[in-house]
């Protein structure tokens, strides 16, 4: 068997020991978020996840884009018109109650719907308050994140993340793999398991072990040692024991700790020179962990290396590496998805409906129209009684519901351009290819880029707002450069064309490319001091703006005066000497979701 071919198998078996896991304690662990696409490793996934749970235990169901009504409860319209009175239904957390709820897509779950079942997790109990009804249900439930985002940084909430302890990668594995498997536990067996929870111990220290695991690998979570302390309970039971073994932390580590660590332990080797440190006294009140196992060379293995060892082997090679290189860069984000929420009544997604009138060209709310008319069917029909023509469901002027929705804010990037000195044409090369490249995706994200260029003794719009890629090139083409560096006139002017773009409505993004170094006033006249002076209160005014802004200092190396504006600025700082197009516009794409940094 091949290294892959084990791997794989390994992946499967801790997959499916996960699934066993969540049916012993399923509200206890919360479940899980399981990435990969739909398919048969995902379906024999489910699969053996319902064969475990007990009978009769509800699994159902939740789109991404669920809504509080249907995930909460709360009027029950057809049974209120039939009935003439105010009658509630359970949501699907209610519903999901003892078993578990799938919710589908869940990369793309809004933050409302993921803070309610996040507050169904923590408190096992879902209280609504909707239509003029309070519902108290309980839900101790487990949750299954179904995750199908293809980007690695399209994730479910954090707030599900965080609180569901297994996060199961299943993405490498195809339908071959499947043919190794767990043998199926009986219902009986699980019964047994179940009742054995309750009383299983372990030892006091585990605990600690498990939070020096967790700060061993860089996981800050304090709930990552609470889940993993329940998935050793848990596996103790599945396995008949009556206390918690190194077998059981090692697997509790492996499958929780594991998949959230963000980097490897300090090595504590000694130096060779150096003299051999004094053992550390003894702790009295720690309780000692029995038959512990030897390694090669004869020495005990603590429970501490045990943990640690198993929480290192489960990680996936070059795991570690990738997410070391994710510090040191920014976030990646897509430009178009950048804008400033807004709520609309005319486009966008749908976030409920509010009180309105539908005679101003908005769109009516029917089902929201119809709930709240629906309590008061009973006394309407007995104002109208001797009305023969009285119509079936009497709706008023308050009644009426208008659809909201929250839509994005077009982005527009603005690129301002140091065109002064000997560099100034490969500058603008740069500038003009990354300005290509974010154009090309224009169309589909209804972005705009604008491009302004400080030279001489002033700065110049080149390129006002536009999609238009055949204009951007033809303006770019005919640029000049070299002469003085007036800085301040270009971030005046990119203030200026932020500002003008705020009114119009959507969400400037600036990108300086600048070695920092001013030379000319705004009055356009020489003088290195003042004119840095000037640039640095301009600067000032754009962070005091609160705009997105990325700097990208293109000297050889590093121009600390670059950095200091940056942080005058309130912008992202970003060196890259002799900067590619193609850098350019990543820097752009990844820091645009980006907030501005607070200043130093």
Known sequence: MTDGTGRSAAIWEDALRAADLIAVDPDGLGGCVLRAGAGPVRDAWLIRLRSVLPAGAPVLRAPCDVGDGELLGGLDLSATLAGGRSVAQRGLLARSHGGVLVVA?????????????????????????????????????????????????????????????????????????????????SADDMRAARSRLASIQGPDSLIEVLCATCAALGVGSVRAPLLAMKVARASAALAGRE????????????????????????????DEDAAAPEPPPQDQDREPVPDQPENDKGEVRTLDDTVLEAALAALPPGLLAQLQANAQRLRAGQTGKVGEAQNTVRRGRPIGARRGDPRSG??????????????????????IAGDRAHPTIAVRRDDFRIKRFRDRKQTTTIFVVDASGSTALERLGEAKGAVELLLADCYVRRDEVALIAFRGTGADILLPPTRSLHRAKKELAALPGGGGTPLAAGIMA?????????RKGRTPTLVMITDGRANVTREG??????AMDEAAMAARSIRAQGLRTLLVDNSNRPEPRAGQLAVEMGATYLPLPRASSRMISDAVRSSAAAQPVAAR
């Open 494 to 502: 990119a203030g200026l064309m932020a500002d003008e773009v705020r």
């Open 243 to 270: 206390s918690i073994t190194d077998e059981d932390a090692a697997l509790a580590a492996r499958l929780v700790i594991a998949p959230r660590a963000l980097h490897l332990p300090a090595s504590d080797a000694p």
């Open 525 to 530: 006249v020489g003088g290195r001091a003042q």
């Open 105 to 185: 897509m869940a990369e793309r779950l809004a933050r409302t719907p993921a803070a309610h079942i996040a507050a169904a997790l923590d408190a096992g109990e879902v209280v609504a308050e909707r239509d003029g009804m309070t519902i108290h249900s309980d839900a101790r439930l487990a949750v299954i994140a179904l995750d199908e985002g293809l980007p690695e940084d399209d994730r479910p909430p954090a707030v599900l993340r965080e609180r569901t302890a297994f996060d199961l990668d299943l993405r490498a594995l195809s339908h071959r793999d499947l043919a190794v498997a767990l043998p199926v536990r």
């Open 362 to 383: 908005v769109r009516l709310d029917l089902l929201h129209t119809l709930r709240a008319a629906a309590p008061w069917q009973r006394l309407r029909r007995q104002a």
